[in-house]
């Protein structure tokens, strides 16, 4: 089965500055998706991102970029010029294509962006 | 602006009692996915269905969870009896037929089981 670990439970950055929030999964499978959902105090789950695992290239959206270890099983999230508004839980899943089409999450990161 | 919609969005109800959660996936999307989430468990699946027909209910206690789409647009999840640890935040995503493999969450229907 597979598994995602999120092993910051908190972190904090200050405004302007730049984060990463670290992300390990383990599976046997070779094609699958990673995902980075953020959800703020209002409980919605919003995608940030979405890493394809055949592609080598790092997927970016705006502020936000991945850093993609497909032999290490990594995948890390970097918030650049952080702002208030990216105060949230955020959540790396794993899905596995051609199987189920169930997200498995990790347990999340708690950040907060400080003034 | 095309949205999964839940309701209620918060439900407070005592134990015994049924508990039924509806979801209106965004339009045109045909794959339907029930989480839920708790401070212990974190994210898990509860069910989803494609076309209608579900695909994988392993994840939900078949004694008194039931998931079910009556049509195209209408997901439902019911309880029965509620027990205090159905006490969760419980959200629907839906999918496009193509690109399935990303979810639009719902806003979440928040249940408290006294």
């Known amino acids: 089965a597979q598994t995602v670990t999120q092993s910051q439970p908190e972190m904090s950055v200050q405004e302007a500055e730049t984060v990463t929030l670290s992300c390990t999964y383990d599976?046997?499978?070779?094609?699958?998706?990673l995902f980075w959902y953020k959800q703020p105090p209002s409980r919605q789950m919003i995608l940030v991102i979405r890493?394809?695992?055949?592609?080598?290239q790092n997927a970016t959206e705006n502020r936000f970029s991945v850093n993609f270890q497909k032999a290490a099983k990594s995948f890390s999230l970097k918030i650049s010029d952080s702002q208030l508004g990216d105060t949230a839980m955020y959540f790396c899943?794993?899905?596995?294509?051609?199987?189920?089409?169930?997200?498995?999450f990790g347990k999340g990161t708690k950040l907060t962006v400080n003034p | 602006d095309a949205r999964v919609t839940q309701t209620p969005r918060h439900k407070v109800t005592e134990m015994g009692q049924e508990v039924t959660m509806r979801c209106q996936p965004i339009?045109?999307?045909?794959?339907v996915f029930w989480y839920r989430q708790t401070m212990m468990q974190g994210l898990e699946l509860l069910a989803y269905?494609?076309?209608?027909?579900?695909?994988?209910d392993s994840g939900m206690p078949k004694d008194r969870f039931s998931a079910e789409m009556p049509d195209a647009t209408l997901a439902t999840l019911k309880i029965q009896p509620s027990e205090p640890r159905d006490s969760a935040v419980y959200f629907c995503?839906?999918?496009?037929?193509?690109?399935?493999?990303?979810?639009?969450f719902g806003p979440g229907t928040r249940l408290l089981v006294l």
């Open positions: 995503a839906s999918g496009l037929p193509t690109g399935w493999e990303t979810q639009y």
């Open positions: 599976t046997s499978e070779s094609n699958y998706y």
């Open positions: 890493q394809e695992a055949y592609k080598q």
């Open positions: 899943a794993f899905m596995m294509l051609g199987g189920s089409e169930k997200l498995v």
């Open positions: 339009l045109g999307h045909n794959t």
């Open positions: 269905f494609r076309n209608r027909a579900p695909l994988d």
